[in-house]
């Protein structure tokens, strides 16, 4: 589940494009966050995929045309009218153009005229098409009304064409949606950065120290606090996680990278959020040359990284993890303390549902007043809930 997508009404309106059964994978993201989605289909989407596959997902019915029965039971002003957001993906070079115009000759369109939802239109078709004077024209004119263009992204299109024209990511359209329905929330004027990923330090051109971070726990801080209205700026180490969208994404390597970000990151920030596993020690010396195996032992001198979170010093609050493996709360209270933190998050990364990798984490927060709150084993979206309440309530 999703705080922000939870029992929200979103409306999925598929249209005709070999890119429909992306949308399959997008309904039941929405419906895995605890969405209520309703899916429109037009008559040229129902050629590509049957409702019934929506239907399956959504588990609930699929309207394809403005005159059925089934679907005059509730009525497309009434859809139109109870919806949180609409989103259309695919959305094709016609609907477009009938959405520009105020054409309504179908049940998405007509639906689209009634609604005073947020909209967010996610446009797929072949390159050729997508750069047409008229089609351009048209998502310009969508742009002024006020609806979300996302996409469409570069890459082999279904003519074979390299170009742009390929429907976004279920979860980068995911993410729009999240953004969307967040705008208004409570960090809504808040900047706040987050760390995440463990960073890598280079010992020879293929050789690296790293550590086991995931990346998880500070990538779901910062889609979190974005979905609760933050401006986010994520200071990214190496992850295998996909980037997360409506955000400003600041890829480094190495400690030091990350700390000319994080500095560079901070001005006018409310909130900075260390997540990242940052090496403590870095090799000497770089190897330009890769190092030969044709030794028997290699002693790898290294020198300590600076401590960023320890070193940093304004008005913004600052929050430290603690990644233990024994004494969690003496140690982790003696990092809050020497680190000047508003609190620290520690966790025990060797056990199993709070460890580097886990979905889940269980951790303890203990703050500078000297509380300590043990939270139970939750979701990684969830602990970052609960620590963007701690930020907000220090805020306010
Ligand atoms: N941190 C940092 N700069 C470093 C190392 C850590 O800013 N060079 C931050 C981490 O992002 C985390 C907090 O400090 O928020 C504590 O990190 P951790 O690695 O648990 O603690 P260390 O201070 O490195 O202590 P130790 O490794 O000895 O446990």
Redesign the pocket.
């Known amino acids: 589940m999703t705080m922000i997508l939870n029992n929200k009404r979103i409306l999925l309106g598929v249209s005709g494009s070999i890119a429909s059964y992306k949308s399959l994978d997008l309904t039941s993201k929405l419906v895995q966050s605890g969405a209520i989605v309703d899916v429109i289909m037009t008559e040229a989407a129902c050629k590509f995929i049957t409702p019934l596959s929506f239907q399956s997902i959504s588990r609930r019915p699929v309207f394809t045309n403005l005159w059925d029965s089934n679907h005059s039971d509730i009525g497309h002003i009434e859809m139109a009218n109870s919806t949180d957001l609409v989103v259309i993906a695919p959305a094709t070079a016609n609907v477009i153009a009938k959405l520009a115009h105020g054409l309504a000759d179908d049940l998405l369109t007509t639906t689209m005229l009634a609604t005073k939802a947020k909209v967010i239109v996610a446009p797929a078709m072949d390159g050729n098409m997508y750069y047409h004077p008229s089609v351009q024209e048209n998502i310009n004119k969508l742009v002024k009304m006020g609806i979300i263009i996302v996409g469409p992204n570069e890459g082999r299109l279904a003519s074979g064409l390299v170009s742009k024209g390929r429907l976004a990511e279920p979860y980068e359209i995911l993410g729009h949606i999240r953004a969307a329905l967040g705008k208004e929330g409570d960090l809504k004027g808040k900047k706040i950065v987050v760390?995440a990923g463990g960073t890598q330090e280079p010992i020879d051109p293929v050789r690296i120290i790293s550590n086991h971070s995931s990346g998880k726990m500070g990538y779901a801080l910062a889609e979190v606090a974005r979905d609760r209205g933050a401006e986010v700026i994520l200071v990214t180490a190496a992850t295998a996680l996909p980037i997360p969208v409506s955000m400003e994404i600041v890829p480094v390597k190495t400690?030091a990278d990350m700390q000319i970000a994080v500095e560079q990151s901070l001005k006018n920030a409310h909130a900075l959020i260390?997540?990242?596993?940052?090496?403590?020690f870095r090799p000497n010396i770089e190897s330009n040359q890769k190092i030969k195996s044709d030794k028997e032992h290699l002693n790898l001198s290294l020198t300590k990284?600076?401590?960023?979170?320890?070193t940093l010093k304004g008005s913004f609050i600052k929050v430290?993890?603690?990644?233990?493996t024994q004494s969690l709360e003496t140690?982790a209270r003696k990092?809050m303390l020497e680190?000047d933190l508003d609190f620290?998050v520690a966790n025990n990364v060797i056990e199993i549902d709070s460890g580097f990798g886990s979905d889940t984490n269980r951790v303890v927060i203990l703050d500078k007043k000297g509380d300590i709150s043990a939270l139970p084993t939750l979701p990684k979206e969830e602990v970052a809930e609960r620590i963007l309440d701690r930020i907000v309530e220090i805020i306010q």
């Open positions: 760390t400690a260390m997540a990242a596993a940052i090496g403590d990284n600076p401590d960023i979170l320890g430290g993890f603690a990644a233990e140690n990092k680190k620290i």
